[in-house]
C-alpha cells in the first residue's frame, strides 16, 4: 500500500494562490494514478482533479477548470495541485489519493493522505 502525505494548505485571500504536495512512499509511485478531492464542511468529498502514471492526461472537475492545475514529479514521488485565482467556495479539507487509473469516481481509489485545510478568505 502506498502512503500518501499532503502539505501546502493555509489560509488565503480570495484571488490568491496555493500550491498543494502530496507525497508518496511505500509503494512504486508511476504505478499509481493520482486524484485530488476535496470536502467542505458539512458536505460530501468530490472529486477536484486526476493524472495518470506518466502525467500525459489530466482531468478536472469544471468548478476548478482553469484555475487549478495538477501535476506530478515522478522522481521525487510528489503529486502537485496549483491553485490560482482561489474563492471562498474553495476553502475545504484537500486529499490526494492514489488508484490503479486515473478516475473521477473515489472508490476506485484505493490509498488517501490525511489531508491538508484550505481557507480561503472573502
Known amino acids: 500500500q502506498v502512503q500518501l502525505v499532503e502539505s501546502g494548505g493555509g489560509l488565503v485571500q480570495a484571488g490568491g494562490s496555493l500550491r498543494l504536495s502530496c507525497a508518496a512512499s511505500g509503494r512504486t509511485f508511476t504505478n499509481y494514478a493520482m486524484g485530488w478531492f476535496r470536502q467542505a464542511p458539512g458536505k460530501e468529498r468530490e472529486f477536484v482533479s486526476t493524472?495518470?502514471?506518466?502525467?500525459?492526461?489530466?482531468y478536472y472537475a469544471d468548478s476548478v477548470k482553469g484555475r487549478f492545475t495538477i501535476s506530478r514529479e515522478n522522481a521525487k514521488n510528489t503529486v502537485y495541485l496549483q491553485m490560482n485565482s482561489l474563492k471562498p467556495e474553495d476553502t475545504a479539507v484537500y486529499y490526494c489519493?492514489?488508484?490503479?487509473?486515473?478516475?473521477?469516481?473515489?472508490?476506485?481509489?484505493?490509498?488517501w493522505g490525511q489531508g491538508t485545510q484550505v481557507t480561503v478568505s472573502s
Open positions: 489519493a492514489a488508484a490503479p487509473m486515473a478516475s473521477v469516481i473515489q472508490t476506485r481509489y484505493n490509498a
Open positions: 493524472i495518470s502514471q506518466s502525467g500525459a492526461t489530466t
